[in-house]
Nanobody, 115 residues
Framework: QVQLAESGGGLVQPGGSLRLSCAGS????????MAWYRQGTGKQRELVAA???????NYADSVKGRFIISRDNAKNTVYLQMNRLKPEDTAVYYC?????????WGQGTQVTVSS
């Protein structure tokens, strides 16, 4: 069982930056593939960025060059650095952990990009 807790969301102006954190429990956190998803109002949940246990990353086209996903296994934490934020990045951001057939979600953190 893995429990995930996101933090770092908030209100930011267009062009600004935020860093989201996802703290996980469990001794085998480092073996999980981790990802950030987001869900805007009235929209489907979509993958934003993912990182494997080995550190390989991939990004949605809409955030490439602006967002960076990273992990610190010693701290059981995954980060999402979000730069040059746009109003269309407004959403609830969810942390996700996958290992085999097991998938876990955090409770989400709201990010609002508005002037």
């Amino acid at each position: 069982q893995v429990q995930l807790a996101e933090s770092g969301g908030g209100l930011v102006q267009p062009g600004g930056s935020l860093r989201l954190s996802c703290a996980g429990s469990g001794r085998i956190f480092s073996t999980y593939a981790m990802a950030w998803y987001r869900q805007g109002t009235g929209k489907q949940r979509e993958l934003v960025a993912a990182i494997t246990s080995g550190g390989s990353t991939n990004y949605a086209d809409s955030v490439k060059g602006r967002f960076i996903i990273s992990r610190d296994n010693a701290k059981n934490t995954v980060y999402l650095q979000m730069n040059r934020l746009k109003p269309e990045d407004t959403a609830v951001y969810y942390c996700n952990a996958v290992l085999g057939n097991y998938r876990y979600w955090g409770q989400g953190t709201q990010v609002t990009v508005s002037s």
